[in-house]
Nanobody, 127 residues
Framework: QVQLVESGGGLVQAGGSLRLSCAAS????????????MGWFRQFPGKEREFVAA???????FYADSVKGRFTISRDNAESTVYLQMNVLKPEDTAVYYC?????????????????WGQGTQVTVSS
């Protein structure tokens, strides 16, 4: 079992920055944090969760087109933490952001491929 706890959400003006953190504990399928792919997703009211970014066990990264060049996903295996640095935030980035862990070293853009989820953190960008 993997437990995920997100932090760092809040209210920011358009053009500003936020950094989300996701602290992990536990293991999955015999893999500790360093062997898991991690992802960030977001959910708008009344919508399905959508892919934002993912990072493989070896720190190869992937992004949704809507955030490419503005958001950066990274991981610190010593701290069992994954980060999402969000720059040049737009009002349309307002959503609940979720961290997820996959019992695999490889990423996926699809929420059902992830086995563990955090509780979510609200990000609100004002215009």
């Amino acid at each position: 079992q993997v437990q995920l706890v997100e932090s760092g959400g809040g209210l920011v003006q358009a053009g500003g920055s936020l950094r989300l953190s996701c602290a992990a504990s536990g293991a999955a399928s015999g893999r500790t944090f360093s062997g898991l792919a991690m992802g960030w997703f977001r959910q708008f009211p009344g919508k399905e969760r959508e892919f934002v970014a993912a990072i493989r066990w070896n720190s190869v990264t992937f992004y949704a087109d809507s955030v490419k060049g503005r958001f950066t996903i990274s991981r610190d295996n010593a701290e069992s933490t994954v980060y999402l640095q969000m720059n040049v935030l737009k009002p349309e980035d307002t959503a609940v952001y979720y961290c997820a862990a996959r019992s695999s070293p490889l990423e996926s853009r699809y929420p059902p491929a992830y086995d563990y989820w955090g509780q979510g953190t609200q990000v609100t960008v004002s215009s």
